[in-house]
């Protein structure tokens, strides 16, 4: 005796409903990835204009801390600057702590396509004593 197991239909393609719902389920599948990315993509702009603004932080307090006691008082007002990709104002402001120590205060605030918040950098500097190379200590 022979038992055979009967076939209940032979299949050899896909049919339209089974496509129109792999389809569905790709599409829905694509758009979430969609989203995710376009998150992604706005957090490392966010990030890459907070690292350009620290950049030009960082610029800031170095040239007033290089710049010549005399001149301090000269570099007051405000003017363009770019830093890598950011473009921003930069502001200066000088204030007289005591007769030997003035506050430089400088304001960056960015401009263009990578918007963030201001940035302030206080640097206060100290009028250096004048040494004769004459006299003996």
């Given at each position: 005796m022979?038992?055979?197991?009967?076939?209940?239909?032979?299949?050899?393609?896909?049919?339209?409903?089974?496509i129109?719902?792999?389809l569905?389920?790709?599409?829905?599948?694509?758009?979430?990835?969609?989203?995710?990315m376009?998150?992604?993509?706005?957090?490392t702009?966010?990030?890459?204009?907070?690292?350009y603004?620290?950049?030009?932080?960082t610029?800031?307090?170095?040239?007033?801390?290089?710049?010549?006691w005399?001149?301090?008082?000269?570099?007051?007002?405000?003017?363009?600057?770019?830093?890598g990709?950011?473009?921003?104002?930069?502001?200066?402001?000088?204030?007289?702590?005591?007769?030997t120590?003035?506050?430089?205060?400088?304001?960056?605030?960015p401009?263009?396509?990578?918007?963030?918040s201001?940035?302030t950098?206080?640097?206060?500097?100290?009028?250096?004593?004048?040494?004769?190379?004459?006299r003996?200590?």
């Amino acid at each position: 005796m022979s038992f055979s197991i009967p076939r209940l239909r032979d299949d050899s393609g896909l049919s339209l409903v089974e496509i129109l719902v792999a389809l569905g389920i790709l599409s829905a599948v694509l758009i979430a990835l969609g989203g995710l990315m376009f998150q992604v993509a706005r957090h490392t702009r966010r990030a890459a204009a907070a690292g350009y603004r620290s950049a030009a932080a960082t610029s800031a307090a170095t040239w007033a801390q290089s710049i010549s006691w005399d001149s301090v008082d000269a570099s007051v007002g405000c003017r363009q600057d770019t830093t890598g990709l950011l473009v921003y104002t930069r502001c200066v402001t000088v204030q007289q702590a005591t007769a030997t120590v003035k506050q430089i205060e400088v304001v960056i605030s960015p401009t263009g396509w990578l918007v963030v918040s201001p940035e302030t950098v206080l640097v206060y500097r100290t009028k250096q004593k004048s040494v004769s190379p004459f006299r003996a200590h």
